[in-house]
């Protein structure tokens, strides 16, 4: 009878199990949870200190000498990756902001950062504020509330280039030097973005492009030529982005991407078969492929184009999330993809995996950055 008994229990008690690994979480869908492939516990993952939002992104990423992965976000300052764990860096670790715009390590091996409030570095130990000083003809951006710094740049001869919301500077080690791209559309100093991305080709020409000037700018060290665009979706400013293994230079905007032989632009869109018009970020693979980063949560994702067609990967095979910011390929072949809501994934070339908490479920579908 107790041995009845006994067997009685384990039933219930079995069957109870069973019902509670069955549930479904309230509020989230079935289907999402099949789709989400979630990261085991162990899995390293960033941590939210700072309370950023929804609408905050892993915005750049570099891959320093040492083989260490930086990620700097619009909200929770930097986050290193060694292969193993996580650390972060903010205000308090003497960040200028939290909102990370740009990374560069210079060829010294100093980690330069830029950020809605200015410039910082680090040598290895501590973070140091630098002070662009504007010239004495030019007062601070009336509608900017902070000093910008979106970009980041050395050249072959080793000077820093940083454009921020107050003009493109220059610093040779000592001093810092204003860069004047054109004297149209309020010169160097506009009231919105001017010059947010820059590029150095093989041939040591600087390429300027933001989205205040019409097309995009080259500098050969003596003048500078503006190249017109053909308007993508009403857009006809360009980013300039990589110089690929051909030599061929490609530019990005909220339209579309321009390839540049040389000669003539051509042009790229959802027509032909990105993932989105609005392309955030391209980089190339060790394989020659190229990857262009889309935004929007509803239809962006990661473009991969071989030369001849596009293939997009979305949520709907792993990604974290559609809205995509920054792309960095590591030094095993790894493509690190950073995204809107703090999002962090890796591809492997088979499989995403997380790296950043997800959201349930799937972030609002409302196609915006």
């Given at each position: 009878m107790r041995q009845l008994f006994n067997w009685s229990i384990l039933l219930v008690l079995t069957i109870g199990c069973i019902s509670c690994n069955g549930q479904v979480k309230k509020g989230v869908p079935k289907e999402?949870?099949?789709?989400?492939?979630?990261?085991?516990?162990?899995?390293p993952k960033l941590i939210k200190t700072q309370g950023s939002s929804e609408g905050d992104n892993v915005h750049y990423s570099i891959q320093d000498k040492a083989g260490k992965l930086w990620f700097g976000t619009t909200g929770e300052g930097i986050y290193t990756y060694d292969g193993k764990s996580f650390s972060q860096f903010t205000v308090k670790d003497g960040l200028n902001s939290n909102k990370i715009y740009c990374i560069l390590e210079d060829k010294e091996g100093v980690i330069w950062v830029g950020t809605e409030d200015g410039v910082c570095f680090y040598d290895g130990k501590t973070f140091t504020k630098v002070q662009i000083d504007l010239p004495n003809n030019l007062p601070p951006n009336k509608n900017a509330n902070t000093h910008n710094v979106f970009s980041i740049?050395?050249?072959?001869?080793?000077?820093?280039?940083?454009?921020?919301?107050?003009?493109v500077y220059s610093y040779d080690g000592k001093s810092f030097t204003p860069f004047i791209i054109h004297e149209g559309a309020g010169g160097y100093k506009s009231s919105n973005h001017n010059v947010e991305n820059m590029l150095e080709d093989k041939d040591g020409?600087?390429?300027?492009?933001?989205?205040?000037n019409k097309g995009v700018f080259r500098y050969d060290g003596k003048t500078i030529t503006n190249f017109t665009l053909e308007a993508l979706n009403g857009h006809d400013w360009a980013w300039p982005a990589l110089q690929d293994k051909n030599g061929d230079i490609w530019f990005n905007n909220w339209g579309g991407t321009y390839r540049y032989d040389g000669k003539s632009f051509t042009t790229f869109t959802k027509e032909d078969g990105l993932c989105n018009d609005v392309v955030t970020r391209i980089i190339e693979d060790k394989n020659g492929n190229l990857w262009f980063g889309c935004g929007g949560v509803e239809d962006g994702?990661?473009?991969?184009?071989?030369?001849?067609?596009?293939?997009?990967?979305?949520?709907?095979?792993?990604?974290?999330n559609n809205a995509i910011w920054t792309l960095l390929e590591d030094n095993t072949g790894n493509l690190w993809i950073g995204t809107r809501d703090t999002g962090l994934s890796r591809y492997d070339g088979t499989t995403?995996?997380?790296?950043?908490?997800?959201r349930l479920p799937f972030p609002s579908t409302n196609n915006r950055l």
């Open positions: 999402s949870l099949n789709e989400l492939k979630i990261t085991p516990a162990e899995q740049l050395q050249d072959k001869s080793g000077t820093l280039w940083f454009s921020t919301i107050d003009g020409n600087l390429w300027f492009g933001g989205r205040v994702g990661v473009s991969r184009y071989d030369g001849a067609s596009f293939t997009c990967f979305a949520t709907k095979d792993g990604l974290i995403f995996t997380d790296f950043s908490e997800r």
